[in-house]
């Protein structure tokens, strides 16, 4: 399985970028898909995610610049920037996850968890 992400650059601020990542080598539909990111110095942090119907979560501080999406039949996932700030510098990394518990056998029907390489996204001031 390979998470391969693109899009990331440099920009002023108040720019925009658009962050996608493809999942291949999967050969069903990824229960949820997004995008964290890690700062130099800090840890890696929720950005959004977007499940196989399209409930989305985003972080507080991206709500209402950001934009999650998903083509589901490529299991690709979008990441729309708008308004970008300089404290958004970062490597963005995709993730793909997904489980399915039996609770009556106590056990996981499957369960899975990969990462992309990461994009570095850089916001001048």
């Known amino acids: 399985v390979q998470l391969q992400a693109s899009g990331g650059g440099l920009v002023q601020a108040g720019g925009s970028l658009r962050l996608s990542c493809a999942a291949s080598?999967?050969?069903?539909?990824?229960?949820?898909m997004g995008w964290y990111r890690q700062a130099p110095g800090k840890q890696r942090e929720l950005v959004a995610t977007?499940?196989?119907?399209?409930?989305?979560n985003y972080a507080d501080s991206v709500k209402g610049r950001f934009t999650i999406s998903r083509d589901n039949a490529k299991n690709t996932v979008y990441l729309q920037m708008n308004s970008l700030k300089p404290e958004d510098t970062a490597v963005y990394y995709c993730?793909?996850?997904?489980?399915?518990?039996?609770?009556?056998?106590?056990?996981?029907?499957?369960?899975?968890?990969?990462w992309g390489q990461g994009t570095l996204v850089t916001v001048s001031s």
């Open positions: 993730n793909a996850e997904g489980s399915d518990y039996d609770e009556v056998l106590e056990s996981y029907r499957y369960q899975y968890d990969y």
């Open positions: 080598g999967i050969d069903f539909s990824v229960d949820v």
């Open positions: 977007i499940t196989l119907g399209g409930n989305t």
